[in-house]
T-cell receptor, first 114, second 110 residues
Framework: NAGVTQTPKFQVLKTGQSMTLQCAQDMNHEYMSWYRQDPGMGLRLIHYSVGAGITDQGEVPNGYNVSRSTTEDFPLRLLSAAPSQTSVYFC?????????????FGSGTRLTVV | EDQVTQSPEALRLQEGESSSLNCSYTVSGLRGLFWYRQDPGKGPEFLFTLYSAGEEKEKERLKATLTKKESFLHITAPKPEDSATYLCAAHGGSQGNLIFGKGTKLSVKP
């Protein structure tokens, strides 16, 4: 099925560990982004990309890195996990930065840092 | 500061009891106002985009409207399957990204 695929669905990390959250889309979308969702905070933008090789920071980028080597993939790297990064992470994509037709979201990765 | 505020935070309705959800925004250079539905444990699902004041869009029991300062999501004769969190988001602002409200959690009881 076409859409946005995120892996893993659940992850528990120890403080200081690093990991990569995977995101892939098969809709040939140029625009991709990562959000985190916390209770009472809503969805907040971490990083986004308007195309392969181009990334930029969102509202809450600290502690996260991204790269976009292909149109399909947009991984999010946690460099040194902290309890404050416990959250649900969503990857989203859109045909263009104009967001025509809205975002398509993945099903999320629930991350717990202990 | 670019901001999107949704009210109420939670809304409980009886099946068939119509109501409205509010989304007020202060976003420079608004390019579009989006509504999403989110079920527990899932990603948001796109419902509507509104681009200009006075515009309306409908889908089944849902109708979204837009003014220069706010948007409403009207739910007519809701059913239990309409229970979800409804998210409003404005596309625009200083970075030109999607700015989300905190959502309204709707519960429809049979």
């Amino acid at each position: 099925n076409a859409g946005v695929t995120q892996t893993p669905k659940f992850q528990v990390l120890k403080t200081g560990q690093s990991m990569t959250l995977q995101c892939a889309q098969d809709m040939n979308h140029e625009y991709m982004s990562w959000y985190r969702q916390d209770p009472g905070m809503g969805l907040r933008l971490i990083h986004y990309s308007v195309g392969a090789g181009i990334t930029d920071q969102g509202e809450v980028p600290n502690g996260y890195n991204v790269s976009r080597s292909t149109t399909e993939d947009f991984p999010l790297r946690l460099l040194s996990a902290a309890p404050s990064q416990t959250s649900v992470y969503f990857c989203a994509s859109s045909y263009s930065s104009l967001l025509l037709g809205g975002y398509t979201f993945g099903s999320g990765t629930r991350l717990t840092v202990v | 500061e670019d901001q999107v505020t949704q009210s109420p935070e939670a809304l409980r309705l009886q099946e068939g009891e119509s109501s409205s959800l509010n989304c007020s925004y202060t976003v420079s250079g608004l390019r579009g106002l989006f509504w999403y539905r989110q079920d527990p444990g899932k990603g948001p699902e796109f419902l509507f985009t509104l681009y200009s004041a006075g515009e309306e869009k409908e889908k089944e029991r849902l109708k979204a409207t837009l003014t220069k300062k706010e948007s409403f999501l009207h739910i007519t004769a809701p059913k239990p399957e309409d229970s979800a969190t409804y998210l409003c988001a404005a596309h625009g602002g200083s970075q030109g990204n999607l700015i989300f409200g905190k959502g309204t959690k709707l519960s429809v009881k049979p």
